[in-house]
């Protein structure tokens, strides 16, 4: 999922050419599309509880 965040925020193909610049989001908007977003497509709640928090590894 890192990958494709990275892709939405940078639009550069694997060639290193750039891809729609106009088309960019921010990193805020590409965590969201594949956390709050992706859940509300599914009909589902983000879970709130500390223990249920998603640890991001970099």
């Keep these: ?3 494709v965040a ?3 925020v940078n639009r550069v193909t694997t060639s290193a050419k750039e ?3 106009e088309e960019r989001i921010t990193p ?3 965590m969201r599309a594949i956390t709050a977003d ?3 497509q599914n009909f589902r709640k983000l ?3 500390p223990w249920k928090q998603a ?3 970099t």
């Design 38 to 40: 992706a859940a509300w």
């Design 47 to 49: 879970a709130r509880a």
């Design 1 to 3: 999922m890192r990958n």
């Design 6 to 8: 990275w892709s939405a």
């Design 19 to 21: 891809l729609g610049p």
């Design 28 to 30: 805020f908007e590409a």
């Design 55 to 57: 640890s991001w590894q």
